[in-house]
């Protein structure tokens, strides 16, 4: 299953929370998000941080929907580590988090 949130949506959060004091426009990008978006989002950190099996994305995501409770932003900001499990994430599910990040800067 491929995240139907955009590679460079989530390389951009994964740019912002990794600089300091950013939060606040963090939080309001992933508050922009569509739900579907937020709860792959979701599903993407927690594969990174070993939660999940790449394999089991479909599992993660109807979780990450299932179990939504706190605003995504407000979870996702509180988790630690929130830059390298997007990055670890994204690069379990086969997706090229330094070709992308390129692609982001070369728009």
Same mark, same amino acid.
């Given at each position: 299953?491929?995240?139907?949130?955009?590679?460079?949506?989530?390389?951009?959060?994964?740019?912002?929370?990794? +600089?300091?004091?950013? $939060? #606040?426009?963090?939080? !309001? =990008?992933?508050? @922009?998000?569509?739900?579907?978006?937020?709860?792959? %989002?979701?599903?993407?950190?927690?594969?990174?941080?070993?939660?999940?099996?790449? +394999?089991?994305?479909? $599992? #993660?995501?109807?979780? !990450? =929907?299932?179990? @939504?409770?706190?605003?995504?932003?407000?979870?996702? %900001?509180?988790?630690?580590?929130?830059?390298?499990?997007?990055?670890?994430?994204? +690069?379990?599910?086969?997706?090229?988090?330094?070709? !992308?990040?390129?692609?982001?800067?070369?728009?």
């Amino acid at each position: 299953m491929t995240p139907e949130i955009s590679v460079p949506k989530v390389v951009h959060i994964i740019l912002q929370a990794r +600089e300091v004091n950013r $939060e #606040a426009e963090v939080h !309001a =990008f992933i508050d @922009a998000l569509n739900e579907d978006e937020k709860a792959h %989002l979701v599903a993407i950190a927690w594969i990174g941080r070993g939660a999940f099996e790449p +394999e089991d994305y479909a $599992e #993660a995501l109807s979780t !990450a =929907f299932s179990e @939504a409770t706190t605003p995504t932003a407000d979870y996702l %900001l509180g988790m630690p580590h929130l830059s390298e499990n997007l990055e670890s994430g994204l +690069e379990a599910l086969d997706i090229d988090v330094a070709e !992308a990040e390129e692609d982001f800067f070369d728009r």
